[in-house]
């Protein structure tokens, strides 16, 4: 099961950070993501992290502004977000797969969180 949460509205420009907190005992396993959607589109890439950090992968959108990471012994991801804009707005979504590296295809992920809202005004 994975919780995300930390989702709020901030001005252009700001900061935020998202969490997702897995339930799993094994989190360490998986490759883990995040992805975001507006709604009446598709669910987008965002960013990605193998099983010990060492590897990450990030969507040309937000290169250089957000940073994943993660917690493994705290079982938990996040996405430090930076300059953030108004086109970040979406609702974000961290999910786990079982595959060996990252990847940015959202049928290469096995679960998925529920979701938390980030609303940027410009």
């Known amino acids: 099961q994975l919780q995300a949460s930390g989702g709020g509205l901030v001005q252009a420009g700001g900061s935020l950070r998202l969490s997702c907190a897995a339930s799993a005992r094994t989190f360490s396993n998986y490759v883990m993501g995040w992805f975001r959607q507006v709604p009446g589109k598709e669910r987008d890439f965002v960013a990605a992290?193998?099983?010990?950090?060492?590897?990450?992968y990030y969507a040309d959108s937000v290169k250089g502004r957000f940073t994943i990471s993660r917690d493994n012994a705290k079982n938990t991801l996040y996405l430090q977000m930076n300059s953030l804009k108004a086109a970040d707005t979406a609702v974000y979504y961290c999910a786990a797969s079982t595959d060996y590296s990252v990847s940015p295809r959202r049928y290469d992920y096995d679960y998925w969180g529920q979701g938390t809202l980030v609303t940027v005004s410009s």
């Open positions: 992290i193998n099983w010990g950090g060492g590897s990450t």
